[in-house]
T-cell receptor, first 109, second 113 residues
Framework: EDQVTQSPEALRLQEGESSSLNCSYTVSGLRGLFWYRQDPGKGPEFLFTLYSAGEEKEKERLKATLTKKESFLHITAPKPEDSATYLCAVNTNAGKSTFGDGTTLTVKP | SQTIHQWPATLVQPVGSPLSLECTVEGTSNPNLYWYRQAAGRGLQLLFYSVGIGQISSEVPQNLSASRPQDRQFILSSKKLLLSDSGFYLC????????????FGDGTRLSIL
């Protein structure tokens, strides 16, 4: 069975304090790994797609990386507006999407 | 550009009443369409997905059903709501191929009384 586990469940940072969110996965046939940002009461917003180990994507203060077993979302010098829940999802050869439970990030000014 | 519309934003319904949530996509053709439910503080549970008109796959046995009467319209329904149907319902679309990201609507907060 495909599994996606995100850690930590919650992360509190001071503004400017860099850190990383983890997404570990066990799937049969990875078609893509996706990161989303979700604000309270809203639908997830797509951030990145990663397809193969070693791939990296960047957007402003966020950088996503991928290995054969996990993905990291690195947040450099975060700002309060980066506070949100970050979701990781994988698509498999079976055409299914499996989501992790998310990491809720709070950045204090 | 593509947009997805989902309504209503909030809904309060009594137990045993029917349900109809609607989702439409603009700016693309033949999208894959999805319905998810999200419990508080949890990830997304896939309820239904569709790769074409009239083609619906159900992921979880439940009190709900879905229909796709038009290419870019996806409807989530129930004949009789249960208390356990409360939650945050999200519609999403993606391009076909299995390696594409999904794009979500803003969700419907459903409360059953």
């Amino acid at each position: 069975e495909d599994q996606v586990t995100q850690s930590p469940e919650a992360l509190r940072l001071q503004e400017g304090e860099s850190s990383s969110l983890n997404c570990s996965y066990t799937v049969s046939g990875l078609r893509g790994l996706f990161w989303y940002r979700q604000d309270p009461g809203k639908g997830p917003e797509f951030l990145f797609t990663l397809y193969s180990a070693g791939e990296e994507k960047e957007k402003e203060r966020l950088k996503a990386t991928l290995t054969k077993k996990e993905s990291f979302l690195h947040i450099t010098a975060p700002k309060p507006e980066d506070s949100a829940t970050y979701l990781c999802a994988v698509n498999t050869n079976a055409g299914k999407s499996t989501f992790g439970d998310g990491t809720t990030l709070t950045v204090k000014p | 550009s593509q947009t997805i519309h989902q309504w209503p934003a909030t809904l309060v319904q009594p137990v045993g009443s029917p349900l109809s949530l609607e989702c439409t996509v603009e700016g693309t053709s033949n999208p894959n369409l999805y319905w998810y439910r999200q419990a508080a503080g949890r990830g997304l549970q896939l309820l239904f997905y569709s790769v074409g008109i009239g083609q619906i796959s159900s992921e979880v046995p439940q009190n709900l059903s879905a229909s796709r009467p038009q290419d870019r319209q996806f409807i989530l329904s129930s004949k009789k709501l249960l208390l356990s149907d409360s939650g945050f319902y999200l519609c999403a679309w993606s391009k076909g191929g299995g390696d594409q990201p999904q794009h979500f609507g803003d969700g419907t907060r459903l409360s059953i009384l």
